[in-house]
């Protein structure tokens, strides 16, 4: 599900914690080395996002944040804030040929660069805590 998460509407919030579970707690992040990726470079996505990302000319960028049932993947368009909830019972990831990490769901896909090494290391990070 694609949502704008600019402005702090509870209901919102309710959906998200309701799809993903509730954020980790300090504890826990602490434990996991944290849950927030770095910096990650949008290499191209489904029809919804790329329109979305087109509307201005910054650098396409996100960041994923993990949750306990899946992950919420952010980025910026003009002034908004987007989220893509990605439930791990009904998302896949994966490393395509083209050496890039694709996060996709029924309606939306997003192909993430994969030269940098932090993001290698994330997702490695990813992959072996979720054992995938």
């Not at 694609?2 to 919102?12: E, H």
């Not at 049932?69 to 990831?93: C, D, H, K, N, W």
């Amino acid at each position: 599900m694609l949502i704008n998460v600019s402005y702090n509407k509870p209901a919102i919030d309710r959906s998200i914690d309701v799809a993903l579970g509730n954020s980790f707690s300090f504890l826990e992040r602490l434990k996991r080395g944290g849950i927030g990726s770095p910096k990650l470079w949008i290499h191209s996505a489904s029809s919804d996002i790329e329109r979305l990302l087109g509307q201005d000319s910054y650098n396409n960028t996100c960041n994923i944040e993990l949750r306990p049932e899946g992950m919420i993947l952010r980025f910026r368009s003009l002034l908004e804030t987007y989220a893509l909830v990605l439930p791990f019972r009904t998302s896949q990831i994966q490393l395509n040929r083209e050496g890039l990490y694709e996060l996709r769901t029924a309606e939306h896909f997003i192909r993430i660069l994969s030269s940098k090494e932090n993001t290698r290391r994330y997702f490695n990070r990813m992959f072996r805590e979720l054992d995938i």
